[in-house]
Protein backbone atom coordinates (compact mmCIF):
# COMPACT_ATOMS: atom_id res chain seq x y z
CA UNK A 1 0.00 0.00 0.00
CA UNK A 2 1.00 3.24 -0.85
CA UNK A 3 2.49 5.29 2.60
CA UNK A 4 0.41 8.17 2.71
CA UNK A 5 -2.68 5.45 2.30
CA UNK A 6 -1.16 3.63 4.63
CA UNK A 7 -0.56 6.30 7.08
CA UNK A 8 -4.42 7.60 6.68
CA UNK A 9 -5.45 4.18 7.79
CA UNK A 10 -3.27 3.63 10.75
CA UNK A 11 -3.77 7.31 12.09
CA UNK A 12 -7.64 7.07 11.71
CA UNK A 13 -7.27 3.60 13.95
CA UNK A 14 -5.26 4.89 16.20
CA UNK A 15 -6.69 8.22 16.97
CA UNK A 16 -9.90 6.19 17.67
CA UNK A 17 -7.61 4.08 19.65
CA UNK A 18 -8.42 4.95 23.26
CA UNK A 19 -6.56 2.57 25.21
CA UNK A 20 -3.04 3.39 23.01
CA UNK A 21 -3.90 6.86 23.84
CA UNK A 22 -4.33 5.96 27.37
CA UNK A 23 -0.91 4.30 27.47
CA UNK A 24 0.79 7.10 25.46
CA UNK A 25 -0.53 9.87 27.76
CA UNK A 26 0.05 8.12 30.98
CA UNK A 27 4.42 6.99 29.20
CA UNK A 28 4.66 10.39 29.23
CA UNK A 29 2.54 12.09 32.27
CA UNK A 30 5.74 13.17 34.17
CA UNK A 31 7.74 13.64 31.19
CA UNK A 32 6.96 17.95 30.91
CA UNK A 33 7.39 18.27 34.49
CA UNK A 34 10.78 16.11 35.11
CA UNK A 35 12.21 17.47 31.87
CA UNK A 36 11.36 21.68 32.96
CA UNK A 37 12.87 20.57 36.48
CA UNK A 38 16.19 19.82 34.87
CA UNK A 39 15.94 22.92 32.88
CA UNK A 40 15.29 24.68 35.58
CA UNK A 41 18.63 23.95 36.90
CA UNK A 42 20.50 25.42 34.32
CA UNK A 43 21.62 29.14 35.28
CA UNK A 44 19.92 30.23 31.53
CA UNK A 45 18.77 27.36 29.25
CA UNK A 46 17.85 29.46 26.24
CA UNK A 47 21.72 30.58 26.07
CA UNK A 48 22.39 26.79 26.15
CA UNK A 49 20.10 26.21 23.72
CA UNK A 50 21.81 29.40 21.32
CA UNK A 51 25.04 27.62 22.28
CA UNK A 52 24.05 24.31 21.15
CA UNK A 53 22.88 25.53 18.07
CA UNK A 54 25.59 27.08 17.04
CA UNK A 55 28.04 24.66 17.97
CA UNK A 56 25.69 22.12 15.89
CA UNK A 57 25.88 25.25 13.15
CA UNK A 58 29.56 25.09 13.05
CA UNK A 59 29.77 21.19 12.70
CA UNK A 60 27.70 20.78 10.35
CA UNK A 61 28.59 23.71 7.98
CA UNK A 62 32.36 22.55 8.10
CA UNK A 63 31.47 18.63 7.76
CA UNK A 64 34.35 18.00 5.84
CA UNK A 65 36.86 19.59 7.84
CA UNK A 66 35.80 17.62 11.04
CA UNK A 67 35.02 14.48 9.06
CA UNK A 68 38.32 14.07 8.10
CA UNK A 69 39.78 15.34 11.07
CA UNK A 70 37.61 12.27 13.06
CA UNK A 71 38.50 9.76 10.43
CA UNK A 72 42.13 10.65 10.83
CA UNK A 73 41.97 10.77 14.95
CA UNK A 74 40.26 7.12 14.76
CA UNK A 75 42.56 5.83 12.42
CA UNK A 76 45.43 6.84 14.35
CA UNK A 77 44.80 3.99 16.91
CA UNK A 78 43.75 1.62 14.58
CA UNK A 79 39.90 2.03 13.87
CA UNK A 80 39.02 1.11 10.48
CA UNK A 81 37.53 3.89 9.36
CA UNK A 82 34.41 3.30 6.24
CA UNK A 83 32.88 5.00 4.05
CA UNK A 84 28.82 4.43 2.89
CA UNK A 85 26.87 6.71 0.58
CA UNK A 86 23.58 4.88 1.09
CA UNK A 87 21.99 2.09 3.28
CA UNK A 88 22.82 -0.40 0.50
CA UNK A 89 27.01 0.14 0.84
CA UNK A 90 26.30 0.82 4.64
CA UNK A 91 24.92 -2.93 4.76
CA UNK A 92 27.35 -4.28 2.40
CA UNK A 93 30.46 -3.09 4.84
CA UNK A 94 28.57 -4.80 7.57
CA UNK A 95 28.39 -7.97 5.83
CA UNK A 96 31.59 -8.15 4.31
CA UNK A 97 33.46 -8.24 7.87
CA UNK A 98 30.67 -10.60 9.80
CA UNK A 99 31.80 -12.35 6.41
CA UNK A 100 35.65 -11.97 6.54
CA UNK A 101 35.16 -13.14 10.50
CA UNK A 102 32.68 -15.97 9.94
CA UNK A 103 30.93 -14.35 12.91
CA UNK A 104 27.93 -16.21 13.67
CA UNK A 105 26.19 -14.35 15.61
CA UNK A 106 25.67 -10.37 16.41
CA UNK A 107 24.85 -8.51 19.67
CA UNK A 108 23.38 -4.85 19.01
CA UNK A 109 23.26 -1.64 20.97
CA UNK A 110 20.82 0.59 20.09
CA UNK A 111 21.72 2.55 16.76
CA UNK A 112 18.50 3.81 14.87
CA UNK A 113 20.91 4.13 11.99
CA UNK A 114 20.86 0.15 12.11
CA UNK A 115 17.31 0.55 11.93
CA UNK A 116 17.00 3.27 9.22
CA UNK A 117 19.47 0.52 6.73
CA UNK A 118 17.25 -2.07 7.64
CA UNK A 119 20.45 -4.15 9.04
CA UNK A 120 18.89 -6.84 11.10
CA UNK A 121 17.02 -8.52 8.11
CA UNK A 122 19.96 -8.10 6.52
CA UNK A 123 22.04 -9.85 8.82
CA UNK A 124 19.49 -12.62 9.41
CA UNK A 125 18.98 -12.95 5.56
CA UNK A 126 22.96 -13.80 5.73
CA UNK A 127 22.12 -16.32 8.74
CA UNK A 128 23.25 -14.64 11.90
CA UNK A 129 21.71 -14.64 14.80
CA UNK A 130 21.17 -11.22 16.34
CA UNK A 131 20.36 -10.02 19.25
CA UNK A 132 19.52 -6.11 20.48
CA UNK A 133 20.72 -5.41 24.07
CA UNK A 134 18.90 -2.88 24.66
CA UNK A 135 15.78 -4.06 26.82
CA UNK A 136 13.25 -1.68 24.74
CA UNK A 137 14.73 -2.78 21.88
CA UNK A 138 14.95 -6.23 23.06
CA UNK A 139 11.17 -6.24 23.54
CA UNK A 140 10.26 -4.49 19.80
CA UNK A 141 12.67 -6.91 18.41
CA UNK A 142 11.02 -9.98 19.70
CA UNK A 143 7.47 -8.43 19.04
CA UNK A 144 8.75 -8.67 15.76
CA UNK A 145 8.20 -4.60 15.02
CA UNK A 146 10.24 -1.43 14.46
CA UNK A 147 10.85 1.19 17.95
CA UNK A 148 7.86 3.19 18.46
CA UNK A 149 10.27 6.09 19.53
CA UNK A 150 13.75 7.23 19.14
CA UNK A 151 14.36 7.15 22.82
CA UNK A 152 11.50 4.67 24.03
CA UNK A 153 11.30 2.13 21.72
CA UNK A 154 8.25 -0.29 24.02
CA UNK A 155 6.84 3.27 25.30
CA UNK A 156 3.60 1.69 23.73
CA UNK A 157 3.37 -1.05 26.01
CA UNK A 158 2.48 -2.02 29.10
CA UNK A 159 4.29 -3.87 32.01
CA UNK A 160 1.25 -6.44 31.36
CA UNK A 161 2.36 -6.80 27.90
CA UNK A 162 6.19 -7.15 28.49
CA UNK A 163 5.40 -9.99 31.23
CA UNK A 164 3.04 -12.00 28.53
CA UNK A 165 6.09 -11.48 25.77
CA UNK A 166 8.54 -13.00 27.85
CA UNK A 167 6.49 -15.77 29.02
CA UNK A 168 6.00 -16.35 25.57
CA UNK A 169 9.43 -16.02 23.94
CA UNK A 170 11.95 -16.07 27.25
CA UNK A 171 10.15 -19.01 28.95
CA UNK A 172 9.96 -16.40 32.12
CA UNK A 173 7.09 -16.60 35.10
CA UNK A 174 4.59 -13.97 35.28
CA UNK A 175 5.12 -11.27 36.73
CA UNK A 176 4.34 -7.35 36.32
CA UNK A 177 7.12 -5.80 38.75
CA UNK A 178 9.12 -3.26 36.23
CA UNK A 179 12.40 -4.44 38.28
CA UNK A 180 11.88 -8.39 37.61
CA UNK A 181 11.06 -7.71 34.07
CA UNK A 182 14.50 -6.08 33.93
CA UNK A 183 16.28 -8.88 35.32
CA UNK A 184 14.18 -11.89 33.20
CA UNK A 185 16.08 -9.83 30.21
CA UNK A 186 19.45 -9.34 31.91
CA UNK A 187 19.76 -13.00 32.80
CA UNK A 188 18.62 -13.57 29.02
CA UNK A 189 21.35 -11.42 27.61
CA UNK A 190 24.50 -11.86 29.92
CA UNK A 191 25.20 -15.05 28.11
CA UNK A 192 24.92 -13.46 24.62
CA UNK A 193 27.11 -11.07 25.07
CA UNK A 194 29.62 -13.70 25.85
CA UNK A 195 29.26 -15.63 23.24
CA UNK A 196 28.55 -13.48 20.68
CA UNK A 197 31.41 -13.08 17.76
CA UNK A 198 30.38 -9.11 16.89
CA UNK A 199 29.21 -6.04 18.81
CA UNK A 200 27.41 -2.95 17.15
CA UNK A 201 26.36 -0.11 18.56
CA UNK A 202 25.83 3.17 17.22
CA UNK A 203 26.92 6.79 18.72
CA UNK A 204 25.37 9.89 20.08
CA UNK A 205 28.33 11.86 19.49
CA UNK A 206 31.70 11.60 17.70
CA UNK A 207 34.74 14.37 19.08
CA UNK A 208 36.95 15.55 15.73
CA UNK A 209 39.70 16.62 17.86
CA UNK A 210 40.30 13.62 19.75
CA UNK A 211 38.64 11.05 17.58
CA UNK A 212 36.19 9.44 19.97
CA UNK A 213 32.78 8.25 19.81
CA UNK A 214 30.67 9.54 22.57
CA UNK A 215 27.75 7.14 23.71
CA UNK A 216 25.17 8.07 26.35
CA UNK A 217 22.87 5.07 28.24
CA UNK A 218 21.56 4.09 30.92
CA UNK A 219 21.27 0.24 30.84
CA UNK A 220 25.68 -0.24 30.56
CA UNK A 221 24.48 -2.51 27.71
CA UNK A 222 26.35 -0.75 24.94
CA UNK A 223 29.51 -0.79 27.20
CA UNK A 224 29.01 -4.46 27.18
CA UNK A 225 28.28 -4.34 23.66
CA UNK A 226 31.22 -2.63 23.13
CA UNK A 227 33.94 -4.24 25.38
CA UNK A 228 33.05 -8.13 25.23
CA UNK A 229 33.37 -9.06 21.61
CA UNK A 230 36.28 -9.27 19.54
CA UNK A 231 35.03 -7.04 17.12
CA UNK A 232 32.88 -4.28 17.12
CA UNK A 233 31.22 -1.83 14.78
CA UNK A 234 29.66 1.43 15.33
CA UNK A 235 27.48 2.71 12.11
CA UNK A 236 26.43 6.32 12.29
CA UNK A 237 25.33 9.52 10.41
CA UNK A 238 27.85 11.35 9.45
CA UNK A 239 25.86 14.18 11.16
CA UNK A 240 27.13 13.15 14.94
CA UNK A 241 30.29 14.66 14.16
CA UNK A 242 31.17 17.34 17.30
CA UNK A 243 34.09 19.69 16.94
CA UNK A 244 35.68 19.58 20.17
CA UNK A 245 35.84 17.15 23.68
CA UNK A 246 34.53 20.52 25.72
CA UNK A 247 31.21 20.28 23.65
CA UNK A 248 30.09 17.18 25.40
CA UNK A 249 30.24 19.49 28.42
CA UNK A 250 26.79 21.00 27.04
CA UNK A 251 25.53 18.18 24.93
CA UNK A 252 25.23 15.50 27.40
CA UNK A 253 23.66 16.90 29.94
CA UNK A 254 21.02 18.38 27.26
CA UNK A 255 20.48 15.28 25.73
CA UNK A 256 19.79 13.72 28.97
CA UNK A 257 18.11 16.78 29.88
CA UNK A 258 15.30 16.48 27.09
CA UNK A 259 15.49 12.58 26.41
CA UNK A 260 14.03 11.25 29.80
CA UNK A 261 14.44 14.11 32.50
CA UNK A 262 18.07 12.98 33.62
CA UNK A 263 20.82 15.32 34.79
CA UNK A 264 23.31 12.68 32.86
CA UNK A 265 22.22 9.33 32.08
CA UNK A 266 24.00 6.49 34.08
CA UNK A 267 26.71 5.73 31.49
CA UNK A 268 28.73 8.16 29.28
CA UNK A 269 31.42 6.06 27.90
CA UNK A 270 34.23 7.39 25.33
CA UNK A 271 35.14 5.33 23.07
CA UNK A 272 38.72 5.64 21.62
CA UNK A 273 39.71 2.76 19.69
CA UNK A 274 40.02 -1.07 19.59
CA UNK A 275 42.69 -2.38 22.45
CA UNK A 276 45.96 -1.00 22.48
CA UNK A 277 48.63 -3.30 23.30
CA UNK A 278 49.09 -3.51 27.40
CA UNK A 279 45.45 -3.13 27.84
CA UNK A 280 43.35 -5.80 29.22
CA UNK A 281 40.10 -5.16 27.39
CA UNK A 282 38.50 -3.90 24.70
CA UNK A 283 37.48 -5.16 21.30
CA UNK A 284 40.28 -6.69 19.25
CA UNK A 285 39.28 -4.94 15.69
CA UNK A 286 37.25 -1.72 15.40
CA UNK A 287 35.00 -0.38 12.82
CA UNK A 288 33.27 2.91 12.40
CA UNK A 289 30.81 3.21 9.51
CA UNK A 290 30.24 6.53 8.43
CA UNK A 291 26.84 6.47 6.64
CA UNK A 292 25.32 9.05 4.32
CA UNK A 293 22.46 7.82 3.20
CA UNK A 294 21.01 10.98 1.55
CA UNK A 295 22.29 13.65 4.27
CA UNK A 296 24.57 15.22 2.45
CA UNK A 297 21.99 16.14 0.15
CA UNK A 298 19.85 17.77 3.13
CA UNK A 299 23.05 19.78 3.96
CA UNK A 300 23.31 21.49 0.10
CA UNK A 301 19.59 22.38 1.16
CA UNK A 302 20.84 25.48 2.82
CA UNK A 303 17.01 26.73 3.87
CA UNK A 304 16.58 23.04 6.20
CA UNK A 305 20.57 22.37 6.68
CA UNK A 306 19.63 23.08 10.51
CA UNK A 307 17.57 19.80 10.60
CA UNK A 308 20.93 17.90 10.79
CA UNK A 309 21.55 19.34 13.97
CA UNK A 310 19.28 17.12 15.49
CA UNK A 311 20.77 15.07 18.53
CA UNK A 312 18.07 12.36 18.52
CA UNK A 313 16.84 13.44 21.98
CA UNK A 314 13.01 12.38 21.12
CA UNK A 315 11.59 15.48 23.09
CA UNK A 316 9.73 16.84 19.74
CA UNK A 317 7.69 13.79 19.84
CA UNK A 318 6.98 13.39 23.13
CA UNK A 319 5.05 17.14 22.86
CA UNK A 320 3.60 16.90 19.55
CA UNK A 321 -0.27 16.48 19.86
CA UNK A 322 -0.07 14.38 16.32
CA UNK A 323 2.31 12.39 17.72
CA UNK A 324 0.13 11.54 20.66
CA UNK A 325 -2.12 10.60 18.94
CA UNK A 326 -1.48 8.65 16.41
CA UNK A 327 1.43 6.79 17.83
CA UNK A 328 5.49 6.50 16.45
CA UNK A 329 4.35 2.92 13.92
CA UNK A 330 2.04 5.21 12.40
CA UNK A 331 4.28 7.15 10.45
CA UNK A 332 6.00 4.27 8.87
CA UNK A 333 9.09 5.56 8.65
CA UNK A 334 12.93 5.29 11.34
CA UNK A 335 12.26 8.54 12.59
CA UNK A 336 9.03 9.74 13.39
CA UNK A 337 7.31 12.58 15.01
CA UNK A 338 8.37 16.30 13.92
CA UNK A 339 11.63 15.42 13.54
CA UNK A 340 11.07 12.27 11.04
CA UNK A 341 8.27 14.03 9.06
CA UNK A 342 10.99 17.08 7.75
CA UNK A 343 13.52 14.60 7.31
CA UNK A 344 11.82 11.57 5.79
CA UNK A 345 11.29 13.55 2.86
CA UNK A 346 14.71 14.65 2.06
CA UNK A 347 15.77 10.83 2.83
CA UNK A 348 13.09 8.83 1.53
CA UNK A 349 11.74 11.04 -1.52
CA UNK A 350 9.84 14.23 -1.43
CA UNK A 351 6.88 12.90 -3.23
CA UNK A 352 6.50 9.59 -1.33
CA UNK A 353 6.40 11.13 2.15
CA UNK A 354 5.01 14.76 1.63
CA UNK A 355 2.37 13.43 3.26
CA UNK A 356 4.09 13.61 6.81
CA UNK A 357 4.77 17.44 6.18
CA UNK A 358 0.79 17.86 6.59
CA UNK A 359 0.70 15.76 9.76
CA UNK A 360 1.01 18.73 11.85
CA UNK A 361 -0.60 21.42 13.13
CA UNK A 362 2.02 23.81 13.11
CA UNK A 363 1.53 24.73 16.47
CA UNK A 364 5.04 25.06 16.57
CA UNK A 365 5.76 23.11 20.16
CA UNK A 366 8.22 21.00 18.75
CA UNK A 367 10.13 23.96 17.48
CA UNK A 368 9.63 25.65 20.97
CA UNK A 369 11.38 22.71 22.85
CA UNK A 370 13.84 21.72 20.37
CA UNK A 371 17.37 21.94 22.48
CA UNK A 372 19.17 22.76 19.29
CA UNK A 373 16.69 25.23 17.99
CA UNK A 374 15.83 23.18 14.84
CA UNK A 375 12.82 25.53 13.42
CA UNK A 376 10.85 22.34 12.72
CA UNK A 377 7.20 23.98 11.88
CA UNK A 378 8.40 25.94 9.46
CA UNK A 379 10.30 23.46 7.77
CA UNK A 380 6.90 21.20 7.54
CA UNK A 381 5.97 24.22 5.77
CA UNK A 382 9.02 24.51 3.40
CA UNK A 383 8.54 20.67 3.01
CA UNK A 384 4.51 21.13 1.88
CA UNK A 385 5.73 24.27 -0.47
CA UNK A 386 8.07 22.13 -2.34
CA UNK A 387 6.24 19.11 -2.44
CA UNK A 388 3.52 21.03 -4.28
CA UNK A 389 4.82 20.87 -7.80
CA UNK A 390 1.94 18.88 -9.77
CA UNK A 391 0.35 21.08 -12.00
CA UNK A 392 -3.19 21.70 -10.20
CA UNK A 393 -5.91 19.68 -11.71
CA UNK A 394 -8.43 20.59 -14.01
CA UNK A 395 -11.25 21.04 -11.18
CA UNK A 396 -9.23 23.04 -8.90
CA UNK A 397 -7.90 25.69 -11.47
CA UNK A 398 -11.89 25.92 -12.27
CA UNK A 399 -12.82 26.35 -8.59
CA UNK A 400 -9.54 28.76 -8.21
CA UNK A 401 -10.86 30.88 -11.42
CA UNK A 402 -14.44 31.24 -10.09
CA UNK A 403 -13.22 32.28 -6.75
CA UNK A 404 -10.99 35.02 -8.65
CA UNK A 405 -13.80 35.71 -11.04
CA UNK A 406 -16.47 36.17 -7.71
CA UNK A 407 -13.90 37.98 -5.01
CA UNK A 408 -13.00 40.47 -7.31
CA UNK A 409 -16.79 41.67 -8.24
CA UNK A 410 -18.85 42.73 -4.90
CA UNK A 411 -22.24 42.55 -6.22
CA UNK A 412 -21.22 38.76 -7.04
CA UNK A 413 -19.39 38.02 -4.28
CA UNK A 414 -22.45 39.56 -2.25
CA UNK A 415 -25.05 37.27 -4.15
CA UNK A 416 -22.87 34.24 -3.60
CA UNK A 417 -22.83 34.32 0.15
CA UNK A 418 -26.72 35.01 0.38
CA UNK A 419 -27.04 31.75 -1.94
CA UNK A 420 -24.75 29.96 0.91
CA UNK A 421 -26.98 31.30 3.78
CA UNK A 422 -30.03 30.02 2.01
CA UNK A 423 -28.35 26.82 1.61
CA UNK A 424 -27.30 26.55 4.87
CA UNK A 425 -30.41 24.57 6.22
CA UNK A 426 -30.09 22.17 3.22
CA UNK A 427 -26.65 21.41 4.65
CA UNK A 428 -27.42 20.77 7.93
CA UNK A 429 -29.87 17.88 6.27
CA UNK A 430 -27.61 16.36 4.05
CA UNK A 431 -23.87 17.20 6.54
CA UNK A 432 -21.97 13.43 6.27
CA UNK A 433 -24.37 11.97 4.22
CA UNK A 434 -23.47 10.33 0.25
CA UNK A 435 -25.11 13.54 -0.84
CA UNK A 436 -23.38 16.22 1.36
CA UNK A 437 -20.65 18.20 -1.24
CA UNK A 438 -18.29 19.41 1.80
CA UNK A 439 -18.10 15.71 2.89
CA UNK A 440 -14.57 15.38 2.73
CA UNK A 441 -14.87 18.11 4.98
CA UNK A 442 -17.76 17.14 7.61
CA UNK A 443 -16.51 13.99 7.97
CA UNK A 444 -14.38 15.02 10.68
CA UNK A 445 -15.25 18.58 11.12
CA UNK A 446 -18.18 20.88 11.75
CA UNK A 447 -18.75 23.32 8.80
CA UNK A 448 -18.85 27.05 10.44
CA UNK A 449 -21.94 28.34 10.08
CA UNK A 450 -21.65 31.50 8.14
CA UNK A 451 -22.48 34.76 10.14
CA UNK A 452 -25.58 36.42 10.52
CA UNK A 453 -24.44 39.39 9.70
CA UNK A 454 -21.60 39.74 7.38
CA UNK A 455 -18.84 42.78 7.19
CA UNK A 456 -20.72 44.58 4.61
CA UNK A 457 -24.15 44.55 5.86
CA UNK A 458 -22.51 45.82 9.65
CA UNK A 459 -20.28 48.38 7.59
CA UNK A 460 -23.29 50.07 5.70
CA UNK A 461 -25.75 49.60 9.02
CA UNK A 462 -23.32 51.26 11.14
CA UNK A 463 -24.27 53.91 12.70
S1 LIG B 1 14.54 17.80 16.34
FE1 LIG B 1 15.22 18.72 18.26
S2 LIG B 1 13.68 18.06 19.76
FE2 LIG B 1 13.44 16.71 17.97
S3 LIG B 1 14.70 14.92 18.41
FE3 LIG B 1 15.99 16.35 17.26
S4 LIG B 1 17.06 17.58 18.80
FE4 LIG B 1 15.36 16.56 19.83
Known sequence: ?????????????????????????????????????????????????????????????????????????????????????????????????VQEKKAQSVIKSKA??????????????????VVESDLGELIVQLRNETPYHIVFPSMHLTRYEISKLFQEKLGSAPTSDPEELTMIARRALREKYITADIGITGANFAVAETGMISITENEGNARLTA??????????????????????????????????????????????????????????????????????????????????????????????????????????????????????PHLRGLQDWKHLSNASSLCGACTETCPVKIDLHHHLLHNRRNAATDKPSFFERLAYRAFAFAATRPWLWGFAKELGRLGQPFQKIVEGGPMDPAKAWTKTRDLPPLAQETFRDWWRNRS
Open 112 to 129: MTSEEIHLNDALEHAGLK
Open 227 to 344: ALPKIMITLMGIEKVLPKMEDLALFLPMLATMGTGQALTGYNTMYSGPRQPGESDGPEEWHVVLLDNRRTELLADVEQRDALHCIRCGACLNVCPIFRNVGGHTYGTTYSGPIGSVIT
Open 1 to 97: MKAVKQFLKDADIKAHDLRHRRIIRTALGNYEIVRDKRKASYQDWQQARQLAAETKWEAINHLDKYLDQLAKNLESRGTKVHWASNAAQAREIVLGI
